[in-house]
């Protein structure tokens, strides 16, 4: 195992690999992780700050949030710093939701403030480099298939409550904290409305009917690709190819699809 070397890891070319969002950087996990972690930990802020806490509290919150999202600015500069093209990140769509996610806190806009949860979508990025990086490894597909498939669906649930907590605070009475919103979107998404919550503002109405159209195409479409990634594992073979160790092949398979090794005889062995 090699030894962890501090000088090589914080180098000029090893920094630029972390911060790229291009195909070729090879990331760090740990890094992602982290930068995961504190997005997920300022949409829980926001969420927090929905509520009638403490006053004390509330300031803790505050300040934290504020450290959070200046590490999202150092985070965003850096990005557009190492980018290959800098004009062309900063005009890309990853850095204008990164932008927009951490604007709003700044510039004083609480109404705006749920964009941060824009972020969340980051990690789908993160789940391409790692797949894209060992694409052999079918567990890892599967699995980052379904976390995708999951979190979009709470990320849409979460901006659809974001904006109805916006439109409806302060207007209707049904709507005291972001947990009536959370309510109000789930059973508006699952078309089951059971009427004892309803938008009362324009833009809350408007916002329902989106919801409910997004909602007839979007459930259908999870659940017909969490169908069709059963059903491709389902015709997976678990045989591991003795030249490159290559576990998956087609049920039919005769020869390895990645080194081309004959596995047929493999297969055989293990099943008599």
Not at 69 to 74: D, E, L, R
Not at 137 to 156: C, E, G, M, Q, Y
Not at 202 to 217: D, K, T
Request: glycine fraction near 4%; charge should be positive.
């Amino acid at each position: 195992m090699k030894k962890f070397r501090s000088k090589r890891f914080f180098s000029q070319k090893n920094i630029a690999q972390l911060f790229r969002d291009d195909r070729d950087a090879y990331g760090n996990v740990i890094f992602d992780t982290i930068l995961l972690v504190l997005i997920g930990i300022s949409v829980i802020f926001f969420v927090l700050q929905t509520y009638p806490l403490p006053e004390d509290l509330l300031k803790i919150i505050h300040h934290a949030d504020t450290l959070i999202m200046g590490v999202f600015v150092i985070e965003v500069f850096l990005r557009i710093y190492y980018a290959h093209k800098r004009l062309a990140y900063s005009f890309s769509l990853a850095n204008i939701i990164d932008v927009l996610a951490i604007v709003p806190f700044f510039i004083g806009a609480p109404s705006l403030q749920f964009l941060r949860g824009f972020r969340v979508l980051k990690m789908f990025r993160f789940l391409d480099r790692y797949t894209k990086k060992y694409p052999h490894r079918i567990r890892a597909k599967k699995f980052a298939l379904i976390f995708k498939i999951v979190a979009s669906f709470l990320v849409f649930l979460y901006m659809a409550a974001s904006l109805l907590y916006t439109f409806e605070k302060g207007v209707n009475q049904d709507v005291d904290s972001f947990d009536d919103a959370i309510y109000l979107a789930v059973v508006t998404m699952t078309t089951v409305g059971y009427g004892d919550i309803v938008p009362v503002t324009p833009q809350g109405r408007l916002l329902i009917v989106g919801v409910i159209i997004s909602s007839l195409f979007l459930i259908p479409i999870y659940l017909s690709s969490l169908i069709r990634l059963y059903m491709l594992s389902s015709r997976k073979q678990s045989i591991t190819c003795g030249k490159c160790g290559l576990k998956y092949h087609d049920y039919n398979a005769v020869h390895c699809k990645m080194c081309g090794a004959i596995i047929y005889q493999e297969y055989d062995d293990e099943h008599s």
